[in-house]
């Protein structure tokens, strides 16, 4: 999460809103279910940041994995 500290910096974002997106997309993407990976943030960061979380977390979980099955990439 050290890079999506740094593009915070650079953007001018809250650090906090720019790790949850991160992670939210990266978790997503890895286990293909967004709204889990979501409810997992809500534990662990603000409320206000759910809209964004849940869209970030739905685009990186559509995204094709090249170490999946086809099946398991739908």
């Not at 997106?21 to 206000?48: D, E, N, Q, T, W």
């Not at 940041?49 to 849940?54: D, E, F, R, S």
Request: with cysteine.
């Amino acid at each position: 999460s050290f890079a999506a500290l740094a593009v915070a910096l650079l953007v001018g974002i809250n650090g906090h809103f720019a790790m949850a997106v991160c992670i939210s997309a990266g978790y997503a993407y890895i286990c293909r279910k967004p709204i889990m990976a979501a409810a997992l943030l809500l534990l662990c960061f603000p409320p206000s940041y759910l809209p964004i979380v849940i869209v970030s977390a739905f685009i990186a979980s559509k995204v094709p994995n090249p170490f999946l099955s086809k099946e398991e990439n739908k």
